[in-house]
């Protein structure tokens, strides 16, 4: 196949081309190209981060879904995708986010929200751009550093949500159950985020 030479926004029949059907090994390798390729193709061309940036607003993630979503979360494509998630679950619920973040702020005793990088206080207007500066980071500036702000973003978020889950225990259970398993998935995606910016600092992230 030949190489592109800027980032590549894939429609669904150059997915079916790349995915080669159903076979996982090929699904594999396609994940793995098309990261590398949007990675290289954005520093490479000018204005194009924008472009990535605002894709899934404009498409949804279902793209990068069928490509992305299988892959090793300790592998380029695979960290990718939980950036974008992270993101989407950001822009889809501001307001509900901001307040989990700035909880977290609130009861967390390290250096988490500053490396997250939200101004405090956190509202749903700062808590948006954030997403957007950690994905447009990813793209433009230290892959690494991009990945460590993900994942301090999901410790803080997570703790905001386990302490907000301990008010709600007693009035509504079931709300404190969403926010104790929001926190759990939370965590671990920091924690898979955080592995991967280590192996991409000793380039070892592919």
Do not use: K
């Not at 793209?63 to 892959?71: C, D, I, N, P, V």
């Not at 700062?126 to 950690?134: P, Q």
């Amino acid at each position: 196949m030949a190489e592109y030479s800027r980032p590549v926004l894939f429609n669904g029949a150059q997915l079916d081309s790349l995915a080669g059907g159903d076979d996982p090994a090929s699904i594999v390798r396609a994940a793995h190209r098309s990261a590398r390729r949007l990675l290289r193709g954005a520093r490479e061309e000018p204005g194009s981060v924008d472009r990535l940036v605002t894709y899934t607003d404009d498409h949804g993630i279902d793209a990068l879904a069928e490509l992305w979503a299988r892959s090793s979360a300790f592998s380029l494509p695979g960290a990718l995708w939980r950036i974008y998630l992270v993101r989407v679950l950001i822009r889809q619920d501001p307001e509900g986010v901001a307040l989990l973040f700035q909880r977290g702020t609130e009861v967390l005793r390290t250096i988490d929200p500053v490396v997250a990088g939200a101004p405090l206080p956190t509202g749903p207007a700062e808590i948006t751009e954030l997403a957007d500066r950690i994905l447009r980071g990813a793209f433009d500036g230290d892959f690494a550093n991009a990945l460590d702000r993900a994942a301090a973003f999901c410790r803080v978020a997570a703790a905001g949500a386990l302490s907000v889950a301990d008010d709600q225990d007693a009035a509504s259970p079931a709300r404190a159950s969403e926010l104790t398993t929001r926190a759990q998935r939370l965590t671990i995606t920091a924690d898979e985020l955080a592995t991967c910016a280590r192996m991409s600092r000793d380039d070892l992230l592919d």
